[in-house]
């Protein structure tokens, strides 16, 4: 499967508030570039919306999922889920990053095969959460493949059994 998920969610399952992100950290977001870099990332409206002012991405295409629209700038736009499956299936030889935002990653999680999850070191609270995450991640159908502390997260990289 070429669907992987990136995601940074602090310790409380927040990944953002307002919108915005509630951390600023150039070291996880050189690691979300270096990461996603040459692939193809998939995000939500309201993520497109918090981004659109950095588009289009360096070495990366970006397709929107949105019902509301059929165009937007710099990117592709799918307006259904089983489009976005359609296409991922459609091009093997391309990897895809589901990026955001938390409805996204709840209908699409369970098809990807990688998930690359920062842990934020922070509490901080946020209208934006994946709820019951952290033990959605540490299910048994995941296997940790590495683990890298950085100074301010840590860094997951989770394989599908």
């Known amino acids: 499967n070429n669907l992987n998920m990136i995601v940074a969610v602090n310790k409380v399952d927040v990944i953002g508030d307002g919108g915005k992100m509630l951390w600023h950290i150039p070291e996880e977001l050189a690691h979300f570039k270096r990461t996603t870099m040459h692939g193809t990332l998939i995000i939500g409206r309201k993520t497109y ?77 946020g209208d934006t959460s994946l709820s019951n995450f952290s033990s959605t991640y540490a299910d048994e159908k995941f296997m940790v493949e590495s683990i890298t502390t950085f100074n301010l997260f840590t860094t997951y990289v989770l394989r599908m059994i």
């Open 49 to 125: 919306d918090t981004m659109k002012h950095l588009l289009p991405l360096e070495g990366r295409d970006v397709v929107v999922l949105t019902g509301s629209v059929s165009e937007l700038e710099h990117v592709a736009v799918l307006n259904d889920a089983s489009d976005v499956l359609k296409m991922i299936e459609g091009n093997p030889d391309t990897t895809y990053w589901l990026a955001g935002g938390a409805a996204m990653y709840e209908i699409f999680f369970p098809f990807c095969s990688t998930a690359v999850i920062s842990i934020v070191d922070n509490h901080m609270k």
